[in-house]
């Protein structure tokens, strides 16, 4: 006889959320009608049971205490040791005549008002397992071999659904790590879903927010304070929403002082590594923007070395990875526009690159 799907899914859900195990005691009572049905977690380092992982029935918490305080070893508890990881129907090795003579079924059976039971040891490796019995009254009868069968069953499904749920949390735990990463770095970086909406914001963001450069509130599209940049702001990470790669663009904070926004889309891939496990929603694109710190693009000693750049040259590819407009970078290294032009030409030529959109996004991922 087959396990109800109903049950099947119940020890699956119960396995990856356990406020949900309730309701799977629930649904195996019903499929081997029983008026009791107990999970116990136990480690072999452990004299006692690490916790009652599921309960259903005639539950009552002071007397199964009891049973895990002073009932560790009894005749049923015995009879599951021997016979580890097989369904035990416990009136074969203890007819209930002998059982009612003992103190476990005074102090624990009869008050649940139990008389017969099936119940297994569930190894679960590395030393950890679960006891798991179920109980009914002297009306409900001995346990049937096919009752035993869909027991067993029911400890198969639990065991791979245990085994699943853990490696999920293990993936899940990485992935969690992943977006904390996020807060330990000084680039500011935000995840917006496939409407725009904000999903995750790191600390630098947060600063950012806080200082009034952006525009921060969950389930809202950011945007940036810079009124002249808002709309090319907003239209730059809808483009990524889209699957598009924009170029950068870049706004001001505050005081005056430029960032660059660098928006790009996830792939399917990425945005499944982050569904649900801190980032929320369907994580659809990431908006990164840089110049937060404060610091005025990359040291031009490092492009020099990097790209064999001349000193001027390697002012000049500072300067206009800030993002400004070529006019605002002449002005500011004290130089004609034409010249600047020629000095841009040059550094393309050396990097390999045609476009100031890659300079741009070249000099971002540089340390500072």
């Known amino acids: 006889m087959p396990l109800p799907s109903a049950l099947i899914e119940s020890i699956y859900e119960g396995a990856l959320d356990h406020t949900t195990a309730g309701r799977m005691m629930e649904a195996v009572s019903e499929a081997i009608p029983s008026s009791l049905a107990l999970i116990t977690q136990y480690d072999d380092g452990e004299l006692q049971p690490v916790g009652i992982a599921g309960v259903a029935g005639n539950f009552d918490a ?18 599951m040791t021997a016979g580890r990881d097989s369904a035990v129907v416990f009136d074969g ?16 059976l009869r008050p649940l008002d ?3 039971g099936v119940g ?22 001995i346990y049937a071999p ?33 977006l904390a990463a996020l807060d330990r770095v000084a680039t500011a970086a935000l995840l917006v879903d496939r409407r725009g909406e904000l999903l995750l914001a790191n600390q630098a963001a947060r600063r950012l927010a806080a200082q009034g450069a952006l525009l921060l509130k969950d389930g809202a599209v950011p945007g940036c304070a810079d009124r002249a940049a808002a709309a090319a702001f907003g239209a730059t990470a809808m483009a990524a929403v ?10 001001r904070d505050a005081e005056g002082a430029p960032l660059i926004l660098i928006a790009a889309p996830l792939g399917a891939g990425m945005a499944r590594r982050l569904a649900g496990v801190g980032a929320g929603g369907h994580a659809a694109a990431t908006l990164i923007i840089h110049g937060a710190t404060g610091e005025a693009g990359p040291p031009p000693e490092l492009l020099r070395s990097l790209f064999d750049l001349t000193p001027t040259e390697a002012r000049v590819a500072a300067a206009i990875a ?5 006019r605002c970078a002449a002005e500011r290294l004290g130089m004609g526009l034409a010249s600047l032009r020629t000095h841009r030409k040059r550094i393309f030529a050396k990097i390999g690159i045609t476009r100031r959109g890659e300079l741009i996004r070249l000099c971002a991922a540089l340390p500072r």
């Open 62 to 79: 002071g007397v199964v205490q009891v049973m895990m305080e002073h009932h560790q070893h009894s005749l049923w508890t015995d009879a």
């Open 93 to 108: 090795p203890v007819p209930f005549r002998a059982l009612e003579r003992t103190g476990f079924y005074a102090d624990v």
């Open 114 to 116: 139990v008389a017969h």
């Open 120 to 141: 297994m040891d569930l190894s679960l490796g590395e030393g950890r397992w679960l006891r798991l019995g179920l109980g009914r009254d002297r009306s409900g009868g």
């Open 146 to 178: 096919e009752e035993a069968g869909l027991f067993q069953a029911f400890a198969a499904h639990l065991r791979h659904a245990i085994a699943l749920a853990e490696r999920f949390d293990a993936v899940a735990q990485l992935r969690r790590a992943e």
């Open 242 to 251: 889209a699957g598009q790669a924009p170029p950068p663009i870049c706004f």
């Open 322 to 326: 800030l993002g400004d407009s070529e």
